[in-house]
T-cell receptor, first 115, second 113 residues
Framework: DSGVTQTPKHLITATGQRVTLRCSPR?????VYWYQQSLDQGLQFLIQ???????AKGNILERFSAQQFPDLHSELNLSSLELGDSALYFC??????????????FGPGTRLTVL | KNQVEQSPQSLIILEGKNCTLQ??????????LRWYKQDTGRGPVSLTI?????NTKSNGRYTATLDADTKQSSLHITASQLSDSASYIC????????????FGTGTRLTVIP
């Protein structure tokens, strides 16, 4: 158990809908990262927050947005969902926001299915 | 362009046998390289981390090597077990940049009895 929690574990919804994924980082970690992993694909970095502020942006679609709250939990909002958005969404956390040896600890993921 | 390539894409071995997974990278300036194990449907878990000055590191039956000159790393698994069945992901960190992690697409290892 990495100490990172994600809810829900599974989510099934229809095209065009909007969903919110939630992540609670490990105690003491200030940074949260979101990743998308489509079937049999590698991890794709979406976005990083550090202590409430956006730190880095990856291949995140405009239909997707995220935020980190004062208690450091984070939410990833996915809107106007398409079939291709079906994937595992992982959250990771780390102590620092940046740094060469900044190890990320991954949560168990949320499996999103768009029908 | 910063890239991480892994081979083979998939591998099937018999329980008890050894295997070696490869990772080639072009990330610069290089900081460190990690190998992660990802069980199906679960989050990745770190196995080893190596910096520029380290050329080998072990974690139980897992031994990672790094050749910073040729920009290659390998993960050797000894006496494989059924529980080793997973995807193994190579992740390379650059020393600069806010988005400084580069992920390989992984090698899917299946260990059969």
């Amino acid at each position: 158990d990495s100490g990172v929690t994600q809810t829900p574990k599974h989510l099934i919804t229809a095209t065009g809908q909007r969903v919110t994924l939630r992540c609670s980082p490990r105690s003491g970690d200030l940074s949260v990262y979101w990743y998308q992993q489509s079937l049999d694909q590698g991890l794709q970095f979406l976005i990083q927050y550090y202590n409430g502020e956006e730190r880095a942006k990856g291949n995140i679609l405009e239909r997707f947005s995220a935020q980190q709250f004062p208690d450091l939990h984070s939410e990833l909002n996915l809107s106007s969902l398409e079939l291709g958005d079906s994937a595992l969404y992982f959250c990771a956390s780390s102590v620092e926001g940046q740094g060469e040896y900044n190890e990320q600890f991954f949560g168990p993921g949320t499996r999103l299915t768009v029908l | 362009k910063n890239q991480v390539e892994q081979s083979p894409q998939s591998l099937i071995i018999l329980e008890g046998k050894n295997c070696t997974l490869q990772c080639n990278y072009t990330v610069s300036p290089f900081s460190n390289l990690r190998w992660y194990k990802q069980d199906t449907g679960r989050g990745p878990v770190s196995l080893t981390i190596m910096t520029f000055s380290e050329n080998t590191k072990s974690n139980g039956r897992y031994t990672a090597t790094l050749d910073a000159d040729t920009k290659q790393s390998s993960l050797h698994i000894t006496a494989s077990q059924l529980s080793d069945s997973a995807s193994y992901i190579c992740v390379v960190s650059a020393r600069t940049g806010a988005n400084n992690l580069f992920f390989g697409t992984g090698t899917r290892l299946t260990v059969i009895p």
